[in-house]
């Protein structure tokens, strides 16, 4: 158990819908970020957020957006789903922001859209 | 230019023997972190192995090792005595600064599918 807590584990929705996935990081970490992984593009890595506030940003849509709460915890907002937004979106956390950190990753909300 | 790169998109081990997973990375940031993450079939990302720029050893924990060759920008993964349960994704990764920005991403490459025969 690496302590991430990402609900729902499953979703299923139709196109045009909008979907919030939850996050909750482990305990006293500070940084938050969201990847999406499809067969096609792999892990990518959507948005950062560090102690409430977006730190970096890589392949996020206009459609989505994310925040992180004052206790830490983070919710990714996805909007007008289209079928190519079916993938396992993963969320994960480390205690700070440096490159000798690892990440642990909670288990992923799998978004079927129909 | 990829980040990243796994050249072998399959292999297949013999259990118990070793195999090596290869790694490639381009970065020029002099301080960056490369990691491999396991993805098992129940798809959670599982960390197995940190090699920082910096260290002057080849990382290990437990079966696996690291054959981290710096000025090959490569870091190889080594897992001895492979069991059935090693059969997954292996994802390479390398942490570095992002886009000059104070923060640290995590890049992944494609992955590894590892199977291995009893």
């Known amino acids: 158990d690496s302590g991430v807590t990402q609900t729902p584990k499953h979703l299923i929705t139709a196109t045009g819908q909008r979907v919030t996935l939850r996050c909750s990081p482990r305990?006293?970490?500070?940084?938050v970020y969201w990847y999406q992984q499809s067969l096609d593009q792999g892990l990518q890595f959507l948005i950062q957020?560090?102690?409430?506030?977006?730190?970096a940003k890589g392949n996020i849509l206009e459609r989505f957006s994310a925040q992180q709460f004052p206790d830490l915890h983070s919710e990714l907002n996805l909007s007008s789903l289209e079928l190519g937004d079916s993938a396992l979106y993963f969320c994960?956390?480390?205690?700070?922001?440096?490159?000798?950190?690892?990440?642990?990753f909670g288990s992923g909300t799998q978004l079927s859209v129909l | 230019a990829q980040k990243i790169t796994q050249t072998q998109p399959g292999m297949f081990v013999q259990e118990k023997e070793a195999v090596t997973l290869d790694c490639t990375y381009d970065?020029?940031?002099?301080?960056?972190?490369l990691f491999w993450y396991k993805q098992p079939s129940s798809g959670e990302m599982i960390f197995l192995i940190y090699?920082?720029?910096?260290?002057?050893q080849n990382a290990t924990e437990g079966r696996y090792s690291l054959n981290f060759q710096k000025a090959r920008k490569s870091a190889n993964l080594v897992i001895s005595a492979s069991q059935l349960g090693d059969s997954a994704m292996y994802f390479c990764?390398?942490?570095?600064?992002?886009?000059?920005?104070?923060?640290?991403?995590?890049?992944f490459g494609k992955g590894t599918k590892l199977s291995v025969i009893p």
């Open positions: 305990s006293g970490d500070l940084s």
């Open positions: 957020y560090y102690n409430g506030e977006e730190r």
């Open positions: 090699q920082g720029s910096y260290d002057q």
């Open positions: 970065t020029s940031d002099p301080s960056y972190g």
């Open positions: 994960a956390s480390s205690a700070q922001d440096e490159y000798n950190e690892k990440l642990f």
């Open positions: 990764a390398m942490r570095e600064r992002y886009s000059g920005a104070g923060s640290y991403q995590l890049t």
